[in-house]
């Protein structure tokens, strides 16, 4: 995306960007703001997602391999059963709920932005709503948009409570 926005000249957009800006992703901007704001929002999400997982990921390894180390070194044959039995099934439990959390919330975050660009739309253009009375198709689209949501929303709830609970019964 900033590959694309940033490739354009800039009398593109001294031009071309009071009515239409350039097309990021299948997506036409309406203002260089627009396009800053949602460089910014990316940025901080992927920021926000990997700041503390780092940390939290070596952690964990360097507590699995104490645990082993010291699991060998007590009782070398339950920590040899237990490799080959725990460690194949929670893989699987992890990777399988992590892809299903993964698709409901990209569902969710697709669903939640489609209503809000729904409305901020309708917004703008009152007036052309209230003269082609788009009032109520507008609603309608909004409402179920937000109505997919929050099934997303559900269904990630649901799928990492079971995700959850299948580590605990696992472990």
């Known amino acids: 995306m900033v590959e694309r926005a940033l490739g354009l000249d800039q009398t593109y957009y001294e031009t071309q960007c009071p009515d239409v800006c350039p097309i990021v992703k299948g997506q036409v901007y309406a203002n260089t703001s627009q396009i800053t704001s949602r460089l910014t929002v990316d940025a901080q999400i992927v920021q926000s997602g990997t700041a503390e997982k780092v940390g939290l990921f070596l952690q964990s390894i360097s507590y699995f391999v104490a645990t082993f180390i010291v699991g060998f070194i ?21 990777i399988t709920g992590t892809t299903l959390l993964n698709k409901f919330s990209k569902r969710a975050s697709e669903s939640t932005t489609t209503a809000a660009s729904i409305a901020e739309g309708a917004i703008r253009a009152v007036q052309v709503v209230q003269a082609f009375d788009a009032f109520d198709a507008l609603t309608a689209d909004h409402q179920n948009n937000l109505k997919e949501a929050m099934e997303s929303g559900v269904r990630k709830s649901i799928s990492s409570a079971v995700l959850l609970a299948s580590v605990f019964f696992i472990a």
């Open 74 to 94: 007590l009782n070398a044959r339950l920590t040899g059963i237990l490799i080959v039995a725990v460690i194949p099934s929670m893989a699987l439990v992890v």
